[in-house]
């Protein structure tokens, strides 16, 4: 069974700032994908930015971007010039690639962040 | 541009109680499913379906049932409620058809705040 860590409950950093937010994951999986949600106060889930595993290339949208080290199993999301409206809860996710079949997300814990201004 | 709406946003029941759990989605999605959110832990998979009259378990089934008799509604059902059920509750859906449709991402509903007493 595959598993997701987010090993920092809260961040919390000013406006402008760079923040990086971490996550593992454990799989014998050789071909799957990763995901990072936002989740803000409207408890609405908001797909950031996601990650094939077979790419090298690092996945990036606009001020968010990740660092997936697929050999150490790790998958961090930056986020550049933070602004106010990305204060929200957010989620790391794996997904087992499907041939056909329903997908399934195994989220981790997820990591409060909060943007000062 | 409804989306996926899920009904009702909030509900109190008491132990023993049961209810159902509405979600619609119009975008003629294959797929939806049903998750659970607590504190200090990310989604949970509670069943899903892969289409029109079918349904399957996910992680965390027990006490719950499920059905989908029409495409475009999932419903999620307690039929004897737990305080162990006190949740907030997730659908989402996937179009689950045409080329990499595993890679498409999950479109959620805004969540069901749900307390048993």
């Known amino acids: 069974a595959q598993t997701v860590t987010q090993s920092q409950p809260e961040m919390s950093v000013q406006e402008a700032e760079t923040v990086t937010l971490s996550c593992t994951y454990d799989?014998?999986?050789?071909?799957?994908?990763l995901f990072w949600y936002k989740q803000p106060p409207s408890r609405q889930m908001i797909l950031v930015i996601r990650?094939?595993?077979?790419?090298?290339q690092n996945a990036t949208e606009n001020r968010f971007s990740v660092n997936f080290q697929k050999a150490a199993k790790s998958f961090s999301l930056k986020i550049s010039d933070s602004q106010l409206g990305d204060t929200a809860m957010y989620f790391c996710?794996?997904?087992?690639?499907?041939?056909?079949?329903?997908?399934?997300?195994?989220f981790g814990q997820g990591t409060r962040l909060t943007i000062n201004p | 541009n409804a989306g996926v709406t899920q009904t009702p946003k909030f509900r109190v029941l008491k132990t023993g109680q049961s209810m159902t759990l509405l979600c619609a989605q119009d975008?003629?999605?294959?797929?939806m499913y049903w998750y659970r959110q607590d504190p200090g832990m990310g989604l949970r998979l509670i069943h899903y379906?892969?289409?029109?009259?079918?349904?399957a378990k996910g992680e965390v089934p027990d006490g719950y049932n499920v059905s989908r008799l029409k495409k475009q509604n999932f419903l999620l059902g307690l039929e004897s409620a737990a305080p162990s059920q006190t949740s907030v509750y997730f659908c989402?859906?996937?179009?689950?058809?045409?080329?990499?449709?595993?890679?498409?991402?999950?479109?959620f509903g805004d969540g069901t705040r749900l307390s048993i007493l």
């Open positions: 996710a794996f997904m087992k690639l499907h041939i056909q079949g329903a997908q399934k997300l195994v």
């Open positions: 975008m003629n999605h294959e797929y």
């Open positions: 799989t014998s999986e050789n071909n799957y994908y």
């Open positions: 989402a859906s996937t179009l689950g058809q045409g080329p990499f449709y595993s890679n498409q991402p999950q479109h």
């Open positions: 379906s892969v289409g029109e009259g079918t349904t």
């Open positions: 990650q094939e595993a077979y790419k090298q």
